[in-house]
T-cell receptor, first 111, second 114 residues
Protein backbone atom coordinates (compact mmCIF):
# COMPACT_ATOMS: atom_id res chain seq x y z
CA UNK A 1 0.00 0.00 0.00
CA UNK A 2 1.16 3.50 -0.75
CA UNK A 3 2.53 5.52 2.14
CA UNK A 4 0.81 8.81 2.95
CA UNK A 5 2.23 12.01 4.41
CA UNK A 6 0.10 14.61 6.20
CA UNK A 7 0.96 17.74 8.17
CA UNK A 8 0.70 17.03 11.92
CA UNK A 9 -1.60 19.94 12.66
CA UNK A 10 -3.61 22.73 11.05
CA UNK A 11 -5.82 25.57 12.22
CA UNK A 12 -8.92 27.01 10.62
CA UNK A 13 -11.36 29.78 11.49
CA UNK A 14 -14.96 28.80 11.93
CA UNK A 15 -16.96 29.35 8.74
CA UNK A 16 -13.92 29.27 6.53
CA UNK A 17 -12.86 26.40 4.30
CA UNK A 18 -10.44 23.89 5.75
CA UNK A 19 -8.06 22.39 3.18
CA UNK A 20 -6.21 19.33 4.41
CA UNK A 21 -3.42 18.04 2.17
CA UNK A 22 -2.17 14.49 1.76
CA UNK A 23 0.82 13.29 -0.20
CA UNK A 24 0.74 9.77 -1.67
CA UNK A 25 3.43 9.85 -4.32
CA UNK A 26 3.74 6.04 -4.59
CA UNK A 27 0.05 5.40 -5.22
CA UNK A 28 -0.68 2.71 -7.80
CA UNK A 29 -3.38 2.64 -10.41
CA UNK A 30 -6.00 0.61 -8.55
CA UNK A 31 -5.60 2.29 -5.16
CA UNK A 32 -8.28 4.55 -3.77
CA UNK A 33 -7.72 7.55 -1.52
CA UNK A 34 -9.86 7.45 1.62
CA UNK A 35 -10.37 10.06 4.29
CA UNK A 36 -11.54 9.35 7.82
CA UNK A 37 -11.79 11.51 10.88
CA UNK A 38 -11.76 10.81 14.57
CA UNK A 39 -13.45 13.12 17.02
CA UNK A 40 -12.04 12.89 20.54
CA UNK A 41 -11.56 9.14 21.10
CA UNK A 42 -14.68 8.11 19.21
CA UNK A 43 -14.37 5.46 16.53
CA UNK A 44 -13.00 6.89 13.28
CA UNK A 45 -15.67 7.93 10.83
CA UNK A 46 -15.55 7.63 7.06
CA UNK A 47 -15.71 10.93 5.19
CA UNK A 48 -15.08 10.42 1.48
CA UNK A 49 -13.04 8.47 -1.04
CA UNK A 50 -11.91 8.81 -4.64
CA UNK A 51 -9.92 7.11 -7.36
CA UNK A 52 -9.17 9.67 -10.07
CA UNK A 53 -11.95 12.21 -10.24
CA UNK A 54 -12.81 14.86 -7.72
CA UNK A 55 -15.60 13.84 -5.40
CA UNK A 56 -18.12 15.67 -3.26
CA UNK A 57 -20.61 14.52 -0.69
CA UNK A 58 -22.59 16.12 2.10
CA UNK A 59 -19.56 16.22 4.36
CA UNK A 60 -16.65 17.28 2.18
CA UNK A 61 -14.98 17.50 -1.19
CA UNK A 62 -11.94 15.55 -2.33
CA UNK A 63 -9.58 16.97 -4.91
CA UNK A 64 -7.09 14.52 -6.43
CA UNK A 65 -4.28 15.84 -8.59
CA UNK A 66 -4.07 14.62 -12.16
CA UNK A 67 -0.97 12.53 -11.44
CA UNK A 68 -2.75 11.17 -8.31
CA UNK A 69 0.31 11.80 -6.17
CA UNK A 70 -1.50 14.09 -3.78
CA UNK A 71 -4.99 15.04 -2.68
CA UNK A 72 -6.80 17.65 -0.63
CA UNK A 73 -9.79 17.20 1.61
CA UNK A 74 -11.94 20.32 1.71
CA UNK A 75 -14.42 21.09 4.46
CA UNK A 76 -16.19 24.05 2.82
CA UNK A 77 -17.52 25.78 5.92
CA UNK A 78 -15.70 24.45 8.96
CA UNK A 79 -17.51 24.40 12.29
CA UNK A 80 -16.23 23.83 15.82
CA UNK A 81 -17.54 20.27 15.56
CA UNK A 82 -15.09 19.61 12.73
CA UNK A 83 -12.20 19.76 15.21
CA UNK A 84 -10.77 16.25 14.91
CA UNK A 85 -7.89 14.13 13.67
CA UNK A 86 -8.13 13.54 9.92
CA UNK A 87 -6.55 10.47 8.38
CA UNK A 88 -5.69 9.98 4.73
CA UNK A 89 -5.30 6.34 3.65
CA UNK A 90 -4.50 4.76 0.32
CA UNK A 91 -5.71 1.22 -0.31
CA UNK A 92 -6.60 -1.04 -3.19
CA UNK A 93 -9.98 -2.72 -3.12
CA UNK A 94 -8.73 -6.27 -3.22
CA UNK A 95 -5.23 -5.67 -1.93
CA UNK A 96 -4.31 -7.84 1.04
CA UNK A 97 -6.00 -7.04 4.33
CA UNK A 98 -3.35 -5.23 6.37
CA UNK A 99 -4.44 -1.63 6.79
CA UNK A 100 -2.44 0.81 8.89
CA UNK A 101 -2.99 4.44 9.80
CA UNK A 102 -0.48 7.25 9.93
CA UNK A 103 -0.55 9.99 12.54
CA UNK A 104 -3.08 12.07 10.64
CA UNK A 105 -3.64 15.82 10.83
CA UNK A 106 -5.08 17.42 13.94
CA UNK A 107 -7.47 20.08 12.67
CA UNK A 108 -8.44 22.74 15.19
CA UNK A 109 -11.31 25.01 14.24
CA UNK A 110 -11.27 28.32 16.12
CA UNK A 111 -14.29 30.56 16.83
CA UNK B 1 -28.11 -3.39 10.74
CA UNK B 2 -26.01 -2.67 13.82
CA UNK B 3 -22.64 -2.29 12.02
CA UNK B 4 -19.67 -3.12 14.25
CA UNK B 5 -20.48 -3.84 17.90
CA UNK B 6 -17.83 -3.91 20.60
CA UNK B 7 -18.20 -5.10 24.17
CA UNK B 8 -17.47 -4.13 26.85
CA UNK B 9 -17.29 -0.36 26.48
CA UNK B 10 -15.23 0.02 29.64
CA UNK B 11 -13.20 -2.40 31.73
CA UNK B 12 -10.70 -2.19 34.54
CA UNK B 13 -8.29 -5.10 34.95
CA UNK B 14 -5.67 -5.95 37.50
CA UNK B 15 -2.15 -6.78 36.36
CA UNK B 16 -1.97 -10.42 35.29
CA UNK B 17 -5.69 -10.87 34.70
CA UNK B 18 -7.05 -12.05 31.38
CA UNK B 19 -10.01 -10.93 29.37
CA UNK B 20 -11.56 -10.98 25.93
CA UNK B 21 -12.77 -7.96 24.01
CA UNK B 22 -15.66 -8.92 21.78
CA UNK B 23 -16.26 -7.61 18.27
CA UNK B 24 -19.16 -8.54 16.02
CA UNK B 25 -20.29 -7.22 12.65
CA UNK B 26 -23.48 -7.94 10.74
CA UNK B 27 -22.45 -6.60 7.33
CA UNK B 28 -20.93 -9.87 6.03
CA UNK B 29 -17.55 -8.17 5.83
CA UNK B 30 -14.65 -10.54 5.22
CA UNK B 31 -11.85 -8.32 6.60
CA UNK B 32 -11.75 -7.44 10.29
CA UNK B 33 -9.21 -5.46 12.31
CA UNK B 34 -8.20 -4.66 15.86
CA UNK B 35 -6.48 -1.36 16.62
CA UNK B 36 -5.31 0.20 19.83
CA UNK B 37 -5.00 3.89 20.50
CA UNK B 38 -2.97 5.22 23.38
CA UNK B 39 -3.73 8.71 24.73
CA UNK B 40 -2.76 11.39 22.24
CA UNK B 41 -1.47 8.86 19.75
CA UNK B 42 -2.60 7.39 16.46
CA UNK B 43 -4.15 4.02 15.69
CA UNK B 44 -1.87 1.00 15.82
CA UNK B 45 -2.89 -2.26 14.14
CA UNK B 46 -2.79 -5.24 16.52
CA UNK B 47 -4.20 -8.12 14.44
CA UNK B 48 -6.33 -8.52 11.38
CA UNK B 49 -8.26 -11.25 9.63
CA UNK B 50 -9.11 -11.70 5.97
CA UNK B 51 -11.74 -14.36 6.58
CA UNK B 52 -12.90 -17.08 8.93
CA UNK B 53 -9.95 -19.16 10.09
CA UNK B 54 -7.32 -16.69 8.82
CA UNK B 55 -5.58 -14.18 11.06
CA UNK B 56 -2.33 -12.27 10.87
CA UNK B 57 -0.20 -9.99 13.01
CA UNK B 58 -0.24 -6.25 12.68
CA UNK B 59 2.19 -3.66 14.04
CA UNK B 60 1.82 -4.37 17.78
CA UNK B 61 0.65 -7.99 18.33
CA UNK B 62 2.64 -8.86 21.46
CA UNK B 63 0.46 -9.64 24.46
CA UNK B 64 -2.65 -10.35 22.39
CA UNK B 65 -4.30 -13.25 20.65
CA UNK B 66 -7.19 -13.43 18.21
CA UNK B 67 -9.38 -16.02 16.57
CA UNK B 68 -11.89 -15.89 13.73
CA UNK B 69 -14.16 -18.90 13.82
CA UNK B 70 -17.04 -17.12 12.06
CA UNK B 71 -17.35 -14.28 9.57
CA UNK B 72 -19.23 -12.19 12.13
CA UNK B 73 -16.98 -12.40 15.21
CA UNK B 74 -13.38 -11.39 15.85
CA UNK B 75 -12.55 -11.50 19.59
CA UNK B 76 -9.29 -10.09 20.98
CA UNK B 77 -7.78 -11.93 23.94
CA UNK B 78 -5.43 -10.40 26.53
CA UNK B 79 -3.81 -13.23 28.47
CA UNK B 80 -1.72 -11.47 31.12
CA UNK B 81 -2.76 -7.86 31.35
CA UNK B 82 -0.02 -5.29 31.82
CA UNK B 83 -0.26 -1.53 32.46
CA UNK B 84 1.18 -0.95 28.97
CA UNK B 85 -2.04 -2.39 27.56
CA UNK B 86 -4.08 0.46 29.00
CA UNK B 87 -5.60 1.89 25.85
CA UNK B 88 -8.72 2.32 23.79
CA UNK B 89 -9.32 -0.61 21.47
CA UNK B 90 -11.17 -0.28 18.20
CA UNK B 91 -12.51 -3.05 16.02
CA UNK B 92 -13.22 -2.40 12.35
CA UNK B 93 -14.36 -4.29 9.28
CA UNK B 94 -14.58 -3.90 5.52
CA UNK B 95 -15.69 -5.88 2.52
CA UNK B 96 -12.82 -6.48 0.14
CA UNK B 97 -13.98 -6.06 -3.42
CA UNK B 98 -12.67 -4.81 -6.71
CA UNK B 99 -14.07 -1.39 -6.05
CA UNK B 100 -13.78 0.93 -3.11
CA UNK B 101 -14.52 -0.49 0.29
CA UNK B 102 -15.04 1.63 3.34
CA UNK B 103 -13.77 0.70 6.78
CA UNK B 104 -16.47 0.68 9.45
CA UNK B 105 -15.39 1.13 13.07
CA UNK B 106 -16.94 0.16 16.35
CA UNK B 107 -17.36 2.67 19.17
CA UNK B 108 -14.33 1.39 21.04
CA UNK B 109 -13.52 -0.41 24.29
CA UNK B 110 -11.63 1.54 26.94
CA UNK B 111 -9.36 -0.72 28.98
CA UNK B 112 -7.44 0.27 32.09
CA UNK B 113 -4.90 -2.07 33.68
CA UNK B 114 -3.94 -1.26 37.26
Amino acid sequence: DAKTTQPPSMDCAEGRAANLPCNHSTISGNEYVYWYRQIHSQGPQYIIHGLKNNETNEMASLIITEDRKSSTLILPHATLRDTAVYYCIVKGGTSYGKLTFGQGTILTVHP
Amino acid sequence: NAGVTQTPKFRILKIGQSMTLQCAQDMNHNYMYWYRQDPGMGLKLIYYSVGAGITDKGEVPNGYNVSRSTTEDFPLRLELAAPSQTSVYFCASRLASSGANVLTFGAGSRLTVL
